[in-house]
């Protein structure tokens, strides 16, 4: 059973546009969720992530927004650049330990 | 300071075998998680050790196990190796407190080729 929906799978952005990630989760008891960006060859980097008790967090042109009741959130990357492509994964975690569930991961492309 | 390094870095094995890889987290970190990731299923989590004790396991068959030493190194064994084992398998420390809110530093991974 997939605990954490990732969509869309893959994403098209023209440089200087909004790309748009979505995650849905199931387990009301996550109450950690990280967004990682992984390059080829490399593993998954933290980029952002956010507590439950947070509607949105923003770093730099990376921001979270969060919905609890709707047990629903994105990341939005503004000014999309050429060095953002890469594959984006979002993650949840609880309080059990360090363990965190995946989303199917996407892969962003920006054209310049 | 160094980050998580994990040898060998490519693996070809054959049907039945048996495989260890394995990983130096972060100095100081006393968390190890270890993660499966394919094209088709994405990352999933394998199994978490803290302070030489598994925490957490993941939904995968007994022919993959852990441990984790002293000085918190860890590795993953995986036995009677299947083709659909072939897959990059990761490694991530965090921070001394090993909690769920803790950054998750990865390493490179393994690349296992099952023949």
């Known amino acids: 059973q997939q605990q954490v929906k990732q969509s869309p799978q893959s994403l098209i952005v023209q440089k200087g546009g909004i790309s748009i990630i979505n995650c849905a989760y199931e387990n009301t008891a996550f109450d950690y969720f990280p967004w990682y960006q992984q390059f080829p060859g490399k593993g998954p980097a933290l980029l952002i992530a956010i507590r439950p008790d947070v509607s949105e967090k923003k770093e730099g042109r990376f921001t979270i927004s969060f919905n609890k009741s709707a047990k629903q959130f994105s990341l939005h990357i503004m000014d999309s650049q050429p060095g953002d492509s890469a594959t984006y994964f979002c993650a949840a975690s609880n309080q059990a330990g360090t363990a965190l569930i995946f989303g199917k991961g996407t892969t962003l492309s920006v054209s310049s | 300071k160094a980050g998580v390094t994990q040898t060998p870095r490519y693996l070809i094995k054959t049907r039945g075998q048996q495989v260890t890889l394995s990983c130096s987290p972060i100095s100081g970190h006393r968390s190890v998680s270890w993660y499966q990731q394919t094209p088709g299923q994405g990352l999933q989590f394998l199994f978490e050790y803290f302070s030489e004790t598994q925490r957490n396991k993941g939904n995968f068959p007994g022919r993959f196990s852990g441990r984790q030493f002293s000085n918190s190194r860890s590795e993953m064994n995986v036995s009677t190796l299947e083709l659909g084992d072939s897959a990059l398998y990761l490694c991530?420390?965090?921070?001394?407190?090993?909690?769920?809110?803790?950054?998750?530093?990865f390493g490179p991974g393994t690349r296992l080729t099952v023949l």
């Open positions: 991530a420390s965090s921070s001394p407190r090993g909690l769920s809110t803790d950054t998750q530093y």
